[in-house]
Nanobody
Framework: VQLQACGGGLVQAGGSLRLSCVASGRTFSNYYMGWFRQAPGKEREFVARIKWSGGITYYADFVKGRFTISRDNDKNTVYLQMSSLKPEDTAVYYC????????????WGQGTQVTVSS
């Protein structure tokens, strides 16, 4: 199983970025796909998740209305569209996969750096 995240970069406050996570190695129809982030000196935190089958989404309060998670079944890819970015959104962003019957995210991507300048 491999999760390959990309799309990070440097953006000014108020700008937008779209992260992508390409999933391979198994069928993810019975999985939640999540995005997490970790800022320097802070613990990793949950950002958003989507149920691969059905597309039900869930967001952390601090990104509601600004970030949108989606998936493309044909491309086996999950996206995180980030808008109205703030300097406090600066972090390494990770995608991860969790079986719908499980409690832990078992598969993780390598992370992509997002830096928001003020």
């Amino acid at each position: 199983v491999q999760l390959q995240a990309c799309g990070g970069g440097l953006v000014q406050a108020g700008g937008s970025l779209r992260l992508s996570c390409v999933a391979s190695g198994r069928t993810f129809s019975n999985y939640y796909m999540g995005w997490f982030r970790q800022a320097p000196g802070k613990e990793r935190e949950f950002v958003a998740r989507i149920k691969w089958s059905g597309g039900i989404t869930y967001y952390a309060d601090f990104v509601k209305g600004r970030f949108t998670i989606s998936r493309d079944n044909d491309k086996n890819t999950v996206y995180l569209q980030m808008s109205s970015l703030k300097p406090e959104d600066t972090a390494v962003y990770y995608c991860a996969a969790r079986h719908i019957a499980g409690t832990n995210y078992a598969y993780w991507g390598q992370g992509t750096q997002v830096t928001v300048s003020s």
